[in-house]
C-alpha cells in the first residue's frame, strides 16, 4: 500500500508529532487519551507506574474526544504506528477487532481477575472469543433531577418514569423567568453528542435505524413520533439555544442550577456531587432512564477502553500499562488519593460491592441495573442487523449518526419540519449506505 | 495562476525579447521551485480523487468519477457553495462598510487617537477559534450571553443566534475579525490624501457627505479593490470559526466548502471524497480569483 504510507507520512507531518525514539534503556510508549477528568487522574498515577517499572516510559498525546477520534482513527487506518497505545470507545473495538488493527489480550495475569469486569462491557469488548480492549471507565445513562424543585411543586419523580411523564413534569417545573428550565437534553449535532440522547428516545418509542435488511427506518412511525416528541418538549420546556450543547454544556447547564432534569451519562453523577463543580450538590435524584412503549435500548452502554494498535513496535510494554490501568489494584490506588468517589466507575463488579463506593456514591446501584440491563446485541424490541444502542456499530456510523442529528437538529431550531429533517436524513442515510455497499 | 506578467515584457523596445529571455533564465529556478511546491499536492489530490479509498474500508481501487458523481448528487454540495458564497459576499460588504466608515473616524484628530487605533486593530491578532469560542460563550449565548443579559433588561426574548439565524451569526464573527484589516489599510491610504484637495473643495462649499463621496471615496477605490481580493482569499477557507460554534449546522445551514471537505475527510474517512471536494473547491477558487485579478487590474489601470 503505497499511496497509504505516503498518506501516513503527509498526516504525520501535518499533526507534527515527533517519533520520539530517544536511544536508551527504557521503552517509551506514546498513549493516546481523551481530556475527561478520569483520564487525567490516570495521567497523574502514571508516575507510580513508572516507579514499579523503571524500563518503561510514557508519553501522554491527550485531547479532545473528537479530535482524539480522528487522530486515533487515521494512525491506526494509515499503519503509521505512531501510538502505542490508545483510548478508544466500544463502537470502535469491534469494528477495528475485525480488521485485525488490534492486538488482543491474550495473557492476562490472575491478578487482573478479568472474571470481575462487567458481563456486558467484557462482551462488547470481546472479538473472536479475545479481550482487543480493556474497560477504563464504563457508563450507561439515568434520569438526573432536582429533589428541592420537585418538593417545592409537591411531584414525586417515580423509579421507572417514562417520556410521558417526564415532558408532564418539565412542563410544571419550567420557569424560564426565573432562568430555571423544565429539562436540558444534548442538542449539538453528532454521532456522539444528540444521537446519544435521541437513539435511546427512539428505542423506546420502539425505533430502530435500520431492518434486517440495512434499509433505514427514519421515516418509520416510531421514528416520527420520537423525533416529535423530542423536539417539542425542549421547545416548550428545554433552555433556549439547545443546538449548541453538548454533553459538557448541559452538564455546565445543570450544575449551575439551571435545569430541573436532564437524562444522559451516567458518570455525570460524580461530578454533580463535587462542591468545587457543582452548585446543587445535596438537590440532586437519581432514577432510571424514561421509556416509552419499551425499556430495551432506553439507555446505551457505553465504556472508554485502552487498546493496543497490531502497528505498534512495543505492544509489550503497552499491554503491560493498560493492564496496569484497568485493574483492581489500580481502583484502589485512585480510592487512595483522592476518595472512593473519585474511582472510575462501570467496570468491575468488586466497584459496585465495596461499601466505602456505596457510601461514597449512593446511586451505584441504579448505574450498576443501569449497565447490567443494557444488551448492545438487542438495542431495540424488534430485530437488527447492528450491534450497539445509539450508534450502529459499522465503520460508516460516524458520518450517517452524525448527519442525521444535523437535521435533528436543525428541526429543533426550526429551520426544517420533523417531517422534512427526517426525510432527508433518510435519503442521505440510504445514498451512504449504497456507497457502502449494504444496499444494491 | 496565469503569468500576467508576459503583456508587460517587452515594453523596452528593441532590446526586450533578448532581456526578457535572460530574465527567465534567471527567475527559472524559483519558478520551479514553486511549481513543484504546488503541483505535487494537486497532483496526489487529483490522483486520490479517483480511488476508492477509505480508511476504513482497506480494500480500495480506480473507481472514475465515481467519487465526484457522488458529490454532484447530493444536495450539500450545491447547499454548501452557495453558503460560502454568502459568507463571503456578507462578510466583505460588512467589512469594506464599517472599514472605511472606521477609517474616516480615525482619521480624525481626536484625543486618544493612538489608543483608540490599537483597540481597533485588536480582533485581528486574536486567534479564529479563540474569538469564535468568546463571541459564542460571553456574548450570543441565549442564556448566559451578554447580548441575552441585554435582551432581559429591555423585556424581550433575547435571539438564539446559532439555531435561528446561524450563518449571520457566523457572519458577525467573522466581520468583526476582518472589519480591523480593512480599517487598516484604508486608513493608511486616507492619509496619503492630498489635503490641500480637501481644503480646496471645502472653500467651494462641499460639505462633508459631498467631500467623502467625490473625493475619499475614488481615492479609496484601489486600497478598497486590494481589501476584496486579499480576503476573498481568506474567507473562502473560513474553518475555526464555524468548528467551534456550529460545527456546520444546525442541518447543514453553515456547511461551507471547507467545512463539507472536512467532514468527508475525517468523519467519512474518506480520503477519495475528500480529494474530490478539495479538486472541486480548487476549481471554484481558481474561477473566482480569476475574475478578482481582472477586476483588481481594471480598478490598477484606471
Partial sequence: MKQTRTLATMLAISFGIASNAPVQAATTITIATVNNSDMIVMEKLSSQFEKENPDIKLHWVTLEENVLRQRVTTDVATHAGQLDLVTVGVYEVPIWGKLGWLSPFTDIPASYQVDDLLKPIRNALTVDGHLDALPFYGESTFTIYRTDLFKAKNLVMPANPTWTQIADFAAKLNDSSQGVY??????????????????????????????????????????????????????????????????????????????????????????????????????????????????????????????????????????????????????????????????????????????????????????????????????????????????????????????????????????????????????????????????? | MAFGSEAQVGHGGKTGGHGAAQARLMLSPTVIVLLIWMIVPLVLTLWFSFQRYNLLRPAGGFVGFDNYAYLLEGHDLWRSIWNTVLLVGGVLIATITFGTLSAVLLNQPLIGRGILRLLYIAPFFVMPTVGALIWKNLLLNPVTGLFAWFAHLLRVTPIDWFSNVPLLAIGIIVAWQWIPFATLILLTALQSLDQDQMEAAHMDGAGPIARFRYIMLPHLARPISIVVMIETIFLLSVFAEILVTTSGGPGIATTNLPFLVYKTALLRYDIGGASAGGIIAVVLANIVAFFLVRSVATSMER
Avoid at chain 1, 445543570?254 to 468545587?276: E, I, Q
Avoid at chain 1, 490501568?325 to 489500580?330: E, F, N, V
Wanted: hydrophobic fraction near 40%.
Fill in chain 1, 182 to 440: 423544565g429539562i436540558c437534553l444534548r442538542g449539538k449535532p453528532g454521532w456522539g453528542e444528540n444521537m446519544g440522547t435521541i437513539g435511546d428516545l427512539a428505542n423506546s418509542f420502539g425505533g430502530r435505524y435500520f431492518d434486517m435488511n440495512w434499509n433505514a427506518q427514519l421515516e418509520s412511525a416510531p421514528w416520527k413520533q420520537a423525533v416529535n416528541f423530542y423536539v417539542k418538549l425542549l421547545k416548550d420546556s428545554g433552555p433556549p439555544g439547545v443546538v449548541s450543547n453538548g454533553y459538557n454544556e448541559t452538564l455546565a447547564l445543570f450544575a449551575s442550577g439551571k435545569c430541573a432534569m436532564w437524562v444522559d451519562a451516567t458518570v455525570s453523577a460524580s461530578f454533580l456531587g463535587n462542591p468545587t463543580q457543582s452548585k446543587v450538590v445535596g438537590k440532586v435524584g437519581y432514577v432510571a432512564a424514561p421509556y416509552e412503549t419499551s425499556a430495551v435500548g432506553s439507555h446505551y452502554l457505553w465504556a472508554w477502553t485502552l487498546a493496543v494498535p497490531k502497528t505498534s513496535r512495543k505492544a509489550e510494554a503497552a499491554k503491560r500499562f493498560a493492564l496496569w490501568a484497568t485493574s483492581p489494584a489500580y481502583i484502589a490506588l485512585v480510592a487512595k488519593t483522592s476518595g472512593w468517589g473519585a474511582v472510575p466507575p462501570g467496570t468491575r463488579t468488586s466497584t459496585y460491592a465495596n461499601p466505602d463506593y456505596l457510601k461514597a456514591a449512593p446511586y451505584a446501584p441504579i448505574v450498576l441495573q443501569a449497565m447490567q440491563t443494557a444488551d448492545p446485541r438487542h438495542p431495540v424490541d424488534q430485530p437488527v442487523p447492528y450491534v450497539g444502542i445509539s450508534y450502529v456499530g459499522i465503520p460508516e456510523w460516524q458520518d450517517i449518526g452524525t448527519n442525521i442529528g444535523q437535521q435533528i437538529a436543525a428541526a429543533v431550531s426550526g429551520q426544517e419540519s420533523v417531517d422534512n429533517a427526517l426525510k432527508q436524513a433518510q435519503q442521505d442515510t440510504t445514498r451512504a449506505m449504497t456507497q457502502g455497499g449494504y444496499l444494491k
